[in-house]
Structure formats: structure tokens, C-alpha cells
């Protein structure tokens, strides 16, 4: 290009076009990851000794407040148990549903890592599994313990390019107990 050629093209258009070109690199060079993580919504207890129960009328309710909470989240991916209970938990968000094994959550994690890397993630999973899932990622556990009716908590997890995890915890839909407003 000859130098006039450069002056009618205008040093705020060339400086425009090397800005998008730093933004499109620094864009896809930190990518980090958000995996929301949510336990199953309230099960139906009663055929207690029912090893696969489906959700109770509050465990619907609450999987459409799920939904409502990830609304503006672009959420790619789902994962989730193979247990009705989850899979219904899920059922109101939009993204393909794959099933995950919650004993090889290692595997999980590296799947998440790789295949969503900069991706927006939600995985379904039980009160004895999802702090195990923050701990896998990396993560440092919000709060120290799941009780079976704790339901109302949704834990963020975002993993940064270097691959480290930050974790936080939030409450959505009718609250149980606990929490703060802080977490809402």
C-alpha cells in the first residue's frame, strides 16, 4: 500500500480494525469456564424405598425456578445423572442433555475442560455429589456440607484459562434455610 492510499482509508479506521484484531486475540486466548452446579430438585418420598424417584410437586416447581434462574445464561452443555429426578430437574433449560457418571467425575471434569473449554455448563447431580464435583474441579467447597433437604442451593464454578477454580454458592427458588442475601 502506498502511503496515500493509507491516509484516504484514515487512521481511525486502521486503528478500529487493530483493536478488533487484539480484541479477537486476547477473546480467544482467556476463555474461562462457568460450571453452574445444582442438586436434583425435591423427590417424591412417597414410595420411600423406591430407588428412582421422579420430582415431587415442589421439585417441579423448583426445576422451572432453575430454569428462570440460568435464563440469561448461554448454557451450552448439560450434564446429568441418570436418575429421573435429575434429568426432570433439567428439563426446562434449553442444551443438549448428555448422562455422566458422577463416580468418574475426574473424567467429567477433564471432559469439561476440554470439550466446553469457554463454555457455559450446568451439571445435575445429588447431595453426596455435587461438593465432590466442586472439589474435582479445583474448586474450594462454599459451604461445608450438603443435608438431604438442602435444595435451594446453586454453586458457580468458573475455571479459569491457567485452570484454576473459583467457586461460589447462591440460592434460587423457595428458600429452605440458611443463606444470606448475598447469595440470592
Known sequence: MK????????????????????????????????VWIVRHGEKDTAMATRANPDLNAEGK????DLATYLQKENIAQILSTDTKRT??????????LEIYNPRSIQMVVEKIKSTWKGKTILLVGHSNTVLETIDAMGGNRPVPLLNDEDYDYIFKVVIDDAGKATATAYQFGKPHRGGTSAMK
Open 3 to 34: 502511503l496515500n492510499q493509507i491516509q484516504g482509508i484514515g487512521w481511525s479506521k486502521i486503528l478500529m480494525v487493530m483493536g478488533l484484531v487484539v480484541f479477537g486475540w486476547i477473546s480467544t486466548v482467556a476463555q474461562s469456564t462457568t
Open 61 to 64: 416447581q423448583r426445576a422451572i
Open 87 to 96: 434429568v426432570q430437574t433439567a428439563a426446562h433449560i434449553k442444551a443438549p
